[in-house]
């Protein structure tokens, strides 16, 4: 079976600090990808990244990057120097070859960034 | 393109009534999906479907029925609401389930009394 965890379920930090969302994943399957996506307050999810299985090299995206370490089962997030904008629940997600359609989420890190 | 959307944006309920979450793609995605948010549960898959004919359970798929007729409209059905029901619906599409992110429509938020 597949399982996404977010054990953090709240997140408080104050404007320009660097905070890390921890994402733990299981799954059986060898092809997998793995997804976070944000759910600002207006309610939309937006997509942030996509990352498979076979590609652990780090990404950064404007002061967000995503560490991938098969080794210990996570895909963890980091916003660097965060904004007032970043408030938001994240998401993390997994989809394995094997697991027919199904896309699993996380519980969820409601991050709030205070001024 | 418009998107996923989805139809109503609210709705009340009573107990043992049924209806149906409209859902439709006009972006001729295979994969379409429903899901339910509850707090602290995140996103709960419902039921998918790879392509106009062929649906399948999620993880919480009692008291929901589904149907894909066509690639566009993916349908969610209530038989006999019940309060546990109560919770914010999402549909979502996407081209291909493993090499594409899946776009989400705004979301149906449903109380049933």
């Known amino acids: 079976a597949q399982k996404v965890t977010q054990a953090q379920t709240e997140i408080s930090v104050v404007e320009k600090e660097d905070v890390t969302l921890d994402c733990v994943y299981e799954t059986r399957d060898t092809t997998y990808y793995l997804f976070w996506y944000k759910q600002p307050p207006s309610g939309e999810l937006v997509f942030l990244i996509r990352r498979n299985s076979f590609d652990e090299q780090n990404e950064i995206s404007g002061r967000y990057s995503w560490n991938f370490q098969k080794s210990t089962s996570s895909f963890n997030f980091t916003i660097t120097a965060s904004q007032v904008v970043d408030s938001a629940v994240y998401f993390c997600?997994?989809?394995?070859?094997?697991?027919?359609?199904?896309?699993?989420f996380g519980q969820g890190t409601e991050l709030s960034v205070k001024p | 393109n418009a998107g996923v959307t989805q139809t109503p944006k609210f709705q009340v309920l009573k107990t043992g009534q049924s209806m149906t979450l409209q859902c439709a793609q006009d972006?001729?995605?295979?994969?379409m999906s429903w899901y339910r948010q509850d707090p602290g549960m995140g996103l709960r898959l419902i039921h998918y479907?790879?392509?106009?004919?062929?649906?399948d359970q999620g993880e919480v798929p009692n008291g929901y029925n589904v149907s894909r007729s066509t690639t566009e409209d993916f349908p969610l059905r209530l038989l006999s609401a019940a309060p546990s029901q109560t919770s914010v619906y999402f549909c979502?599409?996407?081209?291909?389930?493993?090499?594409?992110?899946?776009?989400f429509g705004p979301g149906t938020r449903l109380t049933v009394l």
């Open positions: 979502a599409s996407s081209y291909r389930m493993d090499r594409n992110e899946q776009f």
């Open positions: 479907s790879v392509g106009a004919g062929i649906t």
């Open positions: 972006m001729n995605h295979e994969y």
């Open positions: 997600a997994l989809w394995g070859r094997n697991q027919g359609g199904k896309l699993i």
